[in-house]
T-cell receptor, first 114, second 110 residues
Framework: NAGVTQTPKFQVLKTGQSMTLQCAQD?????MSWYRQDPGMGLRLIHY???????DQGEVPNGYNVSRSTTEDFPLRLLSAAPSQTSVYFC?????????????FGEGSWLTVV | GQNIDQPTEMTATEGAIVQINCTYQ??????LFWYQQHAGEAPTFLSY????GLEEKGRFSSFLSRSKGYSYLLLKELQMKDSASYLC???????????FGAGTILRVKS
């Protein structure tokens, strides 16, 4: 019963370093998303994908890249980490359609950039 | 633009009823979600409204008025474990992208 799996759970980076947050789902969901959550600001959409090979920018895409080579995986890449990217990152997946209960969140990745 | 407003914090007593309001102004609308989030954890789904009216699910109910851009989450028979942040989120017309409010921290006291 894996659902949406995110790795790593915790990471500390130095300014300028690059890294990839991994997200995998085993529910054959078409839609996958990355959100970041900062204190007092709720979750904000970074990038979005409706299927393999298709990605779209969300509200706060700058500094992040994504790709969707398979249905299962949706990695988020930080090219050159900045302190402003210190946040909690959540990956989410859902199947195509409008059913409310199909949006599943991973457990989150806590990232600190020093 | 997208704007979702919720109260920042609320306090209520164990066993009581509390109503958490949410107002929204978004470019599109295809449903409103309520999520519960405990500190250090992922959001968990509570309710969904796409048509006007009340949806009831056990101790939790959610109401939507699309003409007023307004929703509320009603929690009955409050328990200490209900202390959490409650997030209101609107689904855009396209796909399943969500726009979240900042969340309401609910503190339940004995």
């Amino acid at each position: 019963n894996a659902g949406v799996t995110q790795t790593p759970k915790f990471q500390v980076l130095k300014t300028g370093q690059s890294m990839t947050l991994q997200c995998a789902q085993d529910m054959n969901h078409e839609y996958m998303s990355w959100y970041r959550q900062d204190p007092g600001m709720g979750l904000r959409l970074i990038h979005y994908s409706v299927g393999a090979g298709i990605t779209d920018q969300g509200e706060v895409p700058n500094g992040y890249n994504v790709s969707r080579s398979t249905t299962e995986d949706f990695p988020l890449r930080l090219l050159s980490a900045a302190p402003s990217q210190t946040s909690v990152y959540f990956c989410a997946s859902s199947r195509r359609g409008q059913k409310a209960d199909t949006i599943y969140f991973g457990e989150g990745s806590w990232l600190t950039v020093v | 633009g997208q704007n979702i407003d919720q109260p920042t914090e609320m306090t209520a007593t164990e066993g009581a009823i509390v109503q958490i309001n949410c107002t929204y102004q978004t470019s599109g609308f295809n449903g409103l979600f309520w999520y519960q989030q405990h500190a250090g954890e992922a959001p968990t789904f509570l309710s969904y409204n796409v048509l006007d009216g009340l949806e009831e699910k056990g101790r939790f109910s959610s109401f939507l008025s699309r003409s007023k851009g307004y929703s509320y989450l009603l929690l009955k028979e409050l328990q200490m474990k209900d202390s959490a942040s409650y997030l209101c989120a609107v689904r855009a017309e396209y796909g399943n992208k969500l726009v979240f409010g900042a969340g309401t921290i609910l503190r339940v006291k004995s």
